[in-house]
């Protein structure tokens, strides 16, 4: 059985009171996720700039 249906069956046994909590906490992990994604794209952005403010860069895309 794999984890996706292991989890399902342990939500179906949720009593429906908890389920907006269960709810939450999935929205929050999906939240959590595209963070850690912009933080590093942010990270990321600092250290690539070098590259990218090079006047061969500026060159390489004048003609688009």
Known sequence: MSKKELLINEIEQVPEPFLDEVLDFV????????????DIAIASESS??????RPEEDEAWQSL
Do not use: A, G, N, Y
């Open 48 to 53: 690539l700039k070098k590259d990218w403010l």
């Open 27 to 38: 929205h929050f992990l999906k939240t959590k996720i595209i963070k850690e994604r912009l």
